[in-house]
T-cell receptor, first 113, second 111 residues
Framework: DTGVSQDPRHKITKRGQNVTFRCDPI?????LYWYRQTLGQGPEFLTYFQNEAQLEKSRLLSDRFSAERPKGSFSTLEIQRTEQGDSAMYLC???????????FGPGTRLTVT | SQQGEEDPQALSIQEGENATMNCSYK?????LQWYRQNSGRGLVHLILIRSNEREKHSGRLRVTLDTSKKSSSLLITASRAADTASYFC???????????FGAGTRLAVHP
């Protein structure tokens, strides 16, 4: 399968713990996006990478959130000191620079208890 | 913050009927995109319509765009149970094309 993959698909954690998610984009895509989606809502933009450079971060991305894309390939999203309000689906998408369509991964569903 | 607003929030129809959902947006756009999301396949791009286009077709999908009213509509003809999903409009904003989604229309197609 050459689509966008995310790992893990589900994560249950206790409040205060740190979690890390991984996204593997389509190999030739240099643009990578993270979104967050809560129940009944559309996805909301979190952050954007072009190759390894993080070029935009949403105000939704508090200091507890950090994202990296160290070699311009896979990306990680870490949440420190998780809160119940962090419970959501975290989606990763990738695209080519000259094409507008974004390809989404299956998402990581985070539940903070 | 959400940019597009879909209408209706939910739609329930029988197989074979047509489904129409609408999207309104607030700022100027270069293009508008429609995505479908279901539990089986996640979020999938359906169709893109550019600001200089008024109508676009893809299989059983027809999208229209009215930039004077800042609105778009998605028509699914001859619906199937497999069309049951949430449908979102989204417009790419900024130089990095981040997508701004509406809250979506939940479509249920009954056999």
């Amino acid at each position: 399968d050459t689509g966008v993959s995310q790992d893990p698909r589900h994560k249950i954690t206790k409040r205060g713990q740190n979690v890390t998610f991984r996204c593997d984009p389509i190999s030739e895509h240099n643009r990578l996006y993270w979104y967050r989606q809560t129940l009944g809502q559309g996805p909301e933009f979190l952050t954007y990478f072009q190759n390894e450079a993080q070029l935009e971060k949403s105000r939704l991305l508090s200091d507890r959130f950090s994202a990296e894309r160290p070699k311009g390939s896979f990306s990680t999203l870490e949440i420190q000191r998780t809160e119940q309000g962090d419970s959501a689906m975290y989606l990763c998408a990738s695209s080519l620079a000259v094409v507008d369509e974004q390809y989404f991964g299956p998402g990581t569903r985070l539940t903070v208890t | 913050s959400q940019q597009g607003e879909e209408d209706p929030q939910a739609l329930s129809i029988q197989e074979g009927e047509n489904a129409t959902m609408n999207c309104s947006y607030k700022t100027s756009i270069n293009n508008l995109q429609w995505y479908r999301q279901n539990s089986g396949r996640g979020l999938v791009h359906l169709i893109l319509i550019r600001s200089n286009e008024r109508e676009k077709h893809s299989g059983r999908l027809r999208v229209t765009l009215d930039t004077s009213k800042k609105s778009s509509s998605l028509l699914i003809t001859a619906s199937r149970a497999a069309d049951t999903a949430s449908y979102f409009c989204a417009d790419p904003q900024g130089g990095y094309n981040k997508l701004i989604f509406g809250a979506g229309t939940r479509l249920a197609v009954h056999p």
